[in-house]
């Protein structure tokens, strides 16, 4: 429902009897309630309500000419993400699953929105490759090698693939990835060399990327060797931030 100087809310199928939970939300942050996960541009809160987990992503409020354009002409960043989460699940690519959004409008000025998701069952970042050792690494890459080549066939570049936005887990069934942060996304035909290079944020040891580069090339039906070369290159043009990380690593490797 949509009303001037008021808010749109837009709820997933599956979750219409959480309506008066998300119109609480502007209040609930507000009032600090839950536990924040990361606090920064925007605002991420875990909140328990009814027996369950939810994750809220607080997008902060725009400069005075984006409030216009928001508010009129372009989606929500809380819309992009809802309906990049339902492609993605679409397509079999994991991501928490989308509850809904809310969007809070004064007069024709967009002001913020909210995106809502069940809170993933994922207890891990790829940045936690780097923290400790796992017994399931190397097939947590080639998850990520696979996911990425489903994500480029069908035309999908998460514009954000850094390494806090790849959850993973293990469960009875294998490795699980849940793919967050989906406002930004490019959507158009992906060649290999734009495939290898959407991967040069992510942070990887030589063997980390032939791990991923063989199962990327797989899937795609590319040349493995071709595809390492690439992601090599794309990742040395990075700002060097993780080499203390990758050094740790390839020193818990050895041991």
Known sequence: MKILNHST?????????????????????????????????NELRRISYAGRDFVIKSFRCPNIIN???????????????YDHALLFLQIGV???????YLNIRKGLLFNRSYYITLASECPFRYEDLFRRKF????????????????????????????????????????IRLDIVDLNRLSIKKIGMK??????????????????????????????????YELMVAFRRVQPGKEEKEIEALKKMQIE
Do not use: W
Not at 144 to 162: F, M, N, P, Q, S
């Open 9 to 41: 809310l837009v709820l997933h199928p599956d979750f219409k009897e959480l309506k008066p939970f998300l119109q609480s939300i502007p209040d609930r942050f507000r009032h600090n309630e839950g536990i924040v996960i990361h606090k920064g541009r």
């Open 67 to 81: 409030q216009f354009v928001y508010g009129v002409f372009r989606p929500s960043k809380a819309k992009r993400s």
């Open 94 to 100: 994991g991501t928490p699953q989308p509850v809904g």
């Open 135 to 174: 017994d399931c690494e190397e097939d947590v890459l080639r998850a990520v090698g696979r996911v990425t080549a489903i994500l480029h066939e069908h035309g999908y570049a998460h514009k954000d693939y850094g390494r806090a936005n790849i959850l993973f887990g293990k469960f009875p069934d294998g």
């Open 194 to 227: 734009a495939g290898c290079k959407n991967l040069e944020r992510l942070p990887a040891t030589p063997s980390m990327h032939h791990i991923i580069a063989e199962e990327y090339a797989k899937v795609r039906g590319f040349d493995a060797k071709r595809c």
